[in-house]
């Protein structure tokens, strides 16, 4: 009896222990404020990201020239990849239709 009293108190103070956490997180570490006015608004023409296979694809001829870059060694960026994946997808479709007479 005495050691189920044990685990029901330990784990009573467990529950307080979290339940105060919880609510003194905000006072222990608040949340650092950002100045939204000092940030400078997202530019919508720059894109460092890679394109997508999807870009690619619709793209062909870039996907080619960019695969062709990527041996030669003068692109080297994510998009070789995708532009070399672009190309095998086109190239299946194309036979797919070719072996299918659509």
Do not use: H, W
Not at 69 to 96: L, Y
Request: net charge positive; with cysteine.
């Amino acid at each position: 009896m005495s050691q189920g009293r044990t685990i029901v108190i330990g784990i009573v103070t467990l529950a307080i222990g979290f339940a105060g956490g919880f609510v003194l997180r905000p006072v222990i570490a608040p949340r650092q404020q950002t100045e939204m006015a000092a940030a400078p608004p997202p530019t919508a023409a720059v894109s460092s990201e890679a394109r997508g296979t999807q870009y690619f694809v619709a793209n062909i001829d870039e996907a080619r020239q960019v695969v062709a870059g990527c041996r030669d060694g003068s692109v080297r960026s994510g998009e070789c990849a995708t532009a070399e994946e672009a190309i095998i997808k086109v190239e299946a479709q194309e036979r797919r239709k070719r072996f299918l007479g659509n």
